[in-house]
């Protein structure tokens, strides 16, 4: 008897343990550096050097596209968290959306934009939803980078 409520203590016990592991699990997240992206435009006037931040020196606005590598530890479908880091002048007009790309045909699902605000360094809580709904396309993030503008880069959570 003394044996099977020892077996029967230790199965309870190993798993509370397993639930404690799992609950405290860090959630994964992935910081990218603002060199992975790129313009449509080959020369547009643009400075990355050496690991500074993506720099808007033309006389337009730039669209950049950043991709998004995936992760076994951080899979696209459960990302809740997206900020982009980088500095918009005063006067001027940046903004970020999350964006996927079908694997298979033309289509692209964006997340509703977001602006930066003026004279600020970066935008929080872009919208992951087209992410989190299209897990099979190829995740990124499309910066519209006014005159001026110096894109850092950019966070990704669960």
Known sequence: MLNNNFRLFTAVLSVFSFCLFVAGANAA??????????????NNGTNVFRGSSFVNNS?????????????????????SQINVH?????GRSNSSTACARSFNNTV??????????????????????????????????SVILDVGGQMYGYWISE
């Open 29 to 42: 997240d992935m910081r990218m550096h603002s060199s992975i992206c790129t313009t449509h435009f080959d």
């Open 59 to 79: 006389s337009a606005p730039l669209v950049l596209t950043c991709p998004v590598p995936s992760s076994s530890s951080l899979r696209h479908s459960s990302v």
């Open 86 to 90: 980088g500095y918009e002048g005063v």
């Open 108 to 141: 692209v699902a964006c997340g509703t934009s977001k602006n930066w605000g003026s004279s600020y360094s970066g935008v929080y809580g872009i919208d992951p939803s087209a992410w989190n709904n299209n897990f099979s396309y190829f995740p990124y993030v």
